[in-house]
């Protein structure tokens, strides 16, 4: 797992404080165009070679501190890296120690379901309904094994997931579904997976771009699908205007061969806005 340098610490700390930096503090660009696509910041263009970094979502911050860089505490990692003697201890708690580097306690899958689902775990059989607020966690040793009939729906941000029971009415009754977290475990189970999938992420050019770059390569079957809630006009009317913009010069040229997904990238252009997934939270909270 790659680390991450005090200084890209120092600035990430700077960014959770003070909501917005100036575009030159965080100069790896790989860093930013991964902070960009995770949801975590957006950037806006001040001029021909100015820009401003602000924090969209402080909660995707931490999980993107974990999934790439395996550290659970942002202060504590920059307080123990300052330290010119590191003790175990304080690497256990701040981020990745030696252990946490061979073993990568974190890797692996995170899933959830409204409904109650009949899963097997190393070829233990158990049954998946997890409450609201939480997901389960299959470590990427262990072997989930689902029923062919099963609806994988993947799932772009976390909250939503730890809160898909806020969000069942807006999928289908009829079919069962396993809901799962993208990160890298995910690609990986989808890579050998053969159920059905649907891609439930940010309603968005970054979305598409997601979905199309680094889910469908992935697939090993053409039964998949972008999800579109119904809607969706009106609900791009209260996304932002400046993520779609930003987005639009990152991905020109967007398309897609299927009609469907196509007429949503029209809609985008259209609506010159970007919906986060998370709006769908709160919106379907009645309904828990």
């Known amino acids: 797992m790659k680390k991450l340098s005090l200084s890209l610490a120092a600035a990430l700390q700077r960014l959770a404080k003070e909501k917005r930096l100036k575009g030159s503090v965080i100069s790896d660009k790989n860093l930013l165009d991964a902070l960009e696509e ?51 201890s304080e690497n256990a708690q701040a981020s990745s120690d ?34 609201s607020k939480s997901a389960l966690f ?10 062919e009939d099963i609806l994988l729906v993947g799932v772009e941000n976390f909250e939503n997931l730890t ?3 806020a969000q069942k009415t807006l999928f289908d009754a009829k079919r069962k579904k396993l809901f799962i977290y993208r990160n890298a475990g995910m690609l990986d189970f989808v890579a050998q997976c053969r159920n059905d999938y649907l891609h439930f992420g940010d309603f968005d050019l970054a979305g598409v771009h ?9 697939l090993s079957h053409e ?23 930003m987005h639009s010069r990152k991905y020109p040229g967007l398309n897609s061969e299927e009609p469907y997904l196509q007429s949503f990238i029209d809609l985008l252009h259209q609506a010159k806005r970007s919906l986060h997934q998370e709006f769908l939270i709160g919106l379907n909270e009645e309904h828990l």
Do not use: C
């Open 98 to 131: 030696s252990k946490v580097h061979k073993t990568q306690v974190q890797s692996g899958l995170y899933i959830a379901s409204f409904e109650a689902l009949d899963i097997s775990i190393d070829a233990q059989k158990t049954r998946l309904q997890t409450p």
């Open 223 to 245: 039964r998949h699908r972008f999800f579109i809630p119904e809607g969706i006009a009106g609900l791009l009317k209260q996304g932002s205007s400046r993520d779609y913009f």
């Open 138 to 147: 299959v470590h990427k040793s262990a072997a989930l094994e689902i029923a």
């Open 38 to 88: 995770n949801g975590v910041v957006r950037v806006q263009i001040t001029g021909k070679r100015s820009r401003v970094i602000w924090l969209s979502d402080e909660r995707r911050l931490g999980t993107f501190l974990k999934e790439y860089y395996a550290i659970n505490d942002l202060d504590l990692y920059i307080n123990a890296a300052q330290k010119d003697e590191r003790s175990r």
């Open 163 to 165: 809160m898909i029971q």
């Open 210 to 218: 997601i979905y199309l770059n680094e889910v469908v390569p992935r």
